[in-house]
């Protein structure tokens, strides 16, 4: 089960608290700060576009669309 509960902390109050102890029981809650929770979900959309840049290149590469070079020539464009 995920949920998301957006209030500020002087809007907490024993009911809220009650509420989520009766809807987890046993189970254990995250409560994250706005800040936190932002870089959080910067990071994942940040991980999204590179997985998608990632799996757009690797098809580039089974298309035949990427460039084969052997090692002496890395090593000698390394050395140019």
């Not at 998301?4 to 109050?13: F, Q, S």
């Not at 809220?16 to 932002?38: A, G, M, P």
Request: glycine share 4%; hydrophobic share 35%.
């Amino acid at each position: 089960m995920y949920a998301t509960y957006c209030l500020r902390a002087d809007e907490l109050n024993e009911g809220l608290v009650q509420t989520l102890k009766n809807t987890y029981q046993q189970r254990e809650i995250i409560i994250l700060s706005k800040e936190d929770y932002d870089e959080e979900l910067e990071k994942v959309r940040h991980n999204t576009a590179f997985t998608e840049k990632l799996q757009q290149r690797i098809k580039a590469l089974d298309e035949g669309k990427g460039i084969v070079k052997t090692m002496a020539e890395l090593e000698a464009l390394a050395n140019e």
